[in-house]
């Protein structure tokens, strides 16, 4: 299906894209456009203006403080993560990216237009909840900074308001990090997974299971205990052709398990 008539800009500077975003309610942000450009096509959205940050540098690239501190601009796409050296710092990044899609959408996809579009199904909201990213918004009234914990707010729906852009992503250090998944086919759409962090504490996120990325903290990175965080959630997955809510709810045991080993294996807990 072709698209509706839609008007395109590209501003050469973040504030002039805030300034276009505040200014029409139905401007739309574009990154790599490999969700956005798919739903117009369906119709599932109608932005009246594109605001295109792909000309925008002081939103792409990786840095890496010297205490490990990853700071990452949204448009910085999944090869660039998997590519770079200063993402090494923190090794699950880079291998989750691999696994998304293809590699053409790997590509064009950035590590800002996976979080912001928050489908349930996508990679990178659990990873970065299980991480302890942080997430910097920027709008007319200044910056904010707010943990990945509370940026997925709903499906499709994130603490980025109307008006605003995801500048940054800072990511802490470490090393004890897992992530597990069953898609359908090798490059598939997950049907669920998880993603685990152990760095004295342990931090379990299911995806695929609920609205938004659901955090457990097990007491220990033992099997049982992650069974047992998992089953005391209280999940009540979605049921579709892929996977029933039972099955789902099945999977994202296992996973949580898994991810969990890969994580304390690696933490060398
Ligand atoms: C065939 C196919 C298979 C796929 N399979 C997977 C998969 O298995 N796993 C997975 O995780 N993903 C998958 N995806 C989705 C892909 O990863 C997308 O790249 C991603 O969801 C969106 O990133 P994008 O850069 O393309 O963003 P866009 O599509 O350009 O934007 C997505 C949304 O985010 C908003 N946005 C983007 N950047 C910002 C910003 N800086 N500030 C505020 N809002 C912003 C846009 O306005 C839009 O609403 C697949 C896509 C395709 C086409």
């Known amino acids: 299906m072709l698209l509706r008539e839609v008007e395109y800009a590209k501003p050469s500077s973040v504030a ?67 590519n770079s050296a200063e993402a090494r710092a923190r090794p699950i990044l880079g291998e989750v990216c691999n696994q998304i899609a293809d590699v053409q959408v790997r590509n064009r996809g950035t590590i800002g237009g996976n979080a912001c579009s928050n489908d349930p199904t996508n990679h990178l909201p659990p990873l970065l909840v ?23 707010l709903g499906v499709y729906l994130t603490a980025v308001g109307p008006g605003e852009l995801l500048t940054r992503i800072t990511i802490p250090p470490g090393k004890g990090d897992g992530f597990a998944a069953v898609t359908l086919g090798v490059d598939g759409t997950c049907i669920a997974n998880a993603a685990a962090s152990v ?55 296992v996973l949580a398990i898994r991810a969990t080993r890969a994580a304390a294996e690696r933490a060398g807990a």
């Open 16 to 82: 002039e894209a805030l300034t276009v975003l505040a200014g029409n309610d139905g401007a739309r942000a574009l990154a790599g456009g490999q969700t956005l450009i798919n739903v117009m096509k369906a119709r599932a959205a109608s932005p009246d203006v594109l605001v295109d940050l792909n000309g925008l540098d002081e939103l792409r690239g990786i840095e890496l403080a010297p205490d490990g501190t990853l700071s990452i601009g949204p448009m910085t796409t999944y090869t660039d993560l998997v």
């Open 130 to 152: 299980a991480i302890g990213a942080e997430m910097t918004i920027a709008g007319a009234g200044g910056e904010r900074v707010v943990p990945a914990t509370d940026f997925f």
């Open 199 to 253: 760095d004295g504490s342990v931090r379990v996120v299911l995806g695929c299971v609920d609205a938004t990325p659901v955090l457990v903290q097990p007491p220990s990175a033992e099997d049982d205990a992650v069974r047992d965080a998992v089953r005391g959630a209280g999940l009540l997955p979605p049921g579709d052709v892929h996977a029933s809510s039972e099955y789902r709810s099945h999977l994202a045991e």
